[in-house]
């Protein structure tokens, strides 16, 4: 898949967003982006790739195909060969909250508090699950997400950084005008980076200091990567 092979931010947007405030996170481009394209394979195929998985060596490699393939089945049954526990919890969390198949007693699988909480926040879309969450990073990319899916900066009124604040303002009403206002490069970079995808104005990349990332901001921006999101907000928006 062309979404694995380019470096985004969140785990997540937005677990991922929480740790450096990027839209993607190289594993997570399985979860967010090309869900309903995936083939489904047969069980068959599916043992013989199981087969395959574990005749690996490396184990980044076998924790990545064991991943591949339970996203591929659709199935929670493969995340449990992974060793990596942050890949582990990773593959549960694509599958728990799965658009148009979520599951929220999936969560329960994940192992790591906070992760396990965003997982919860990200399908019941209730910010009290963020607000449980020890790690400041991540409750505020938990913040991030529903202040972005609900259209609501009263949302980030939660977030303690300035900079995490002013990128949830520019989520939550579109307006790179919050951008302008960050401190820190990478921060700034970030808000217009995530900005340009969500409303699909590849000219926001511009913006971006660093000339690999304006090409991977327009490569995406191009490719729709943010199209299930967009659509979840503009059902929820207040």
Excluded: H
């Amino acid at each position: 898949m062309e979404k694995k092979k380019i470096i985004i931010i969140l785990i997540a947007l937005f677990t991922l967003l929480a740790i450096s405030f990027i839209v993607f996170k190289n594993k997570e481009k399985l979860f967010l982006g090309e869900k309903n394209k995936i083939q489904k394979v047969s069980e068959t195929q599916a043992d013989e790739e199981l087969k395959n998985c574990n005749s690996l060596e490396n184990k980044e490699e076998k924790d990545n195909c064991f991943q591949n393939l339970a996203i591929k089945k659709e199935s929670e049954k493969y995340c449990q060969f992974i060793e990596n526990e942050k890949s582990r919890d990773g593959c549960y969390f694509a599958l728990a909250t799965w658009q148009g198949k979520e599951n929220i007693n999936l969560c329960e699988k994940i192992e790591n508090e906070d992760q396990k909480l965003y997982c919860k926040a990200k399908i019941s879309l209730d910010k009290i699950y963020c607000e449980k969450m020890k790690d400041e990073n991540q409750k505020t990319g938990c913040f991030l997400y529903l202040a972005f899916i609900f259209g609501d900066e009263k949302i980030c009124a939660d977030i303690k950084n300035d900079d995490g604040k002013n990128i949830c303002f520019a989520v939550a009403n579109l307006k790179e005008e919050f951008c302008e206002k960050i401190l820190t490069e990478n921060d700034k970079n970030n808000c217009y980076f995530i900005l340009a995808n969500f409303k699909k104005e590849p000219t926001l990349c511009d913006k971006i200091s660093k000339e690999k990332n304006i090409e991977d901001c327009k490569y995406q921006v191009e490719k729709s990567f943010y199209d299930d999101l967009i659509k979840k907000r503009n059902e929820n928006k207040k």
